[in-house]
C-alpha cells in the first residue's frame, strides 16, 4: 500500500523560498507511468495543482506557478521535493503531495505552510 507524507517548515517568511519534501513508502517514485504530485489548497479555494515529476524525472508545473516552482528527486530516498520561491501570504495554504495514475491518489496527510514575518 502506498503512502505519503509531507515535511517541512510550517511558517516562511515573505520573499523566501518554501520547501517541502514529500516521503514516498510502499511503492517507488520511478514506477513507470506513475507521476508525484504537489497540490496546494488555500483558506477558503479550490485545491490548486502545482506541478509533478514522472518516472524518468521530467517535471511538469502548473504555468501559473512555473516561474516560482521547481519539483526535484532523490530516488535513493525515495523523496520527491517542491520549492516554491518568492512566497507570499496568498501562498498560505496546505500542501500535499500525491502520487498520479489515471486519477489523484493517495494523498499525503497534508501540511499547512503560512508565509507570515
Known amino acids: 500500500q502506498v503512502q505519503l507524507q509531507e515535511s517541512g517548515p510550517g511558517l516562511v517568511k515573505p520573499s523566501e523560498t518554501l520547501s517541502l519534501t514529500c516521503t514516498v513508502s510502499?511503492?517507488?517514485?520511478?514506477?513507470?507511468?506513475?507521476?508525484w504530485g504537489w497540490i496546494r489548497q488555500p483558506p477558503g479555494k479550490e485545491p490548486e495543482w502545482m506541478g509533478a515529476?514522472?518516472?524518468?524525472?521530467?517535471?511538469y508545473y502548473n504555468p501559473s506557478l512555473k516561474s516560482r516552482t521547481s519539483i526535484s528527486r532523490d530516488t535513493s530516498k525515495n523523496q520527491f521535493t517542491l520549492q516554491l520561491s518568492s512566497v507570499a501570504p496568498r501562498d498560505t495554504a496546505v500542501y500535499y503531495c500525491?502520487?498520479?495514475?489515471?486519477?489523484?491518489?493517495?494523498w499525503g496527510q497534508g501540511t499547512q505552510v503560512t508565509v507570515s514575518s
Open positions: 500525491a502520487r498520479g495514475s489515471q486519477g489523484w491518489g493517495p
Open positions: 510502499g511503492g517507488s517514485i520511478t514506477t513507470n507511468s506513475v507521476v
Open positions: 515529476i514522472d518516472a524518468s524525472g521530467t517535471t
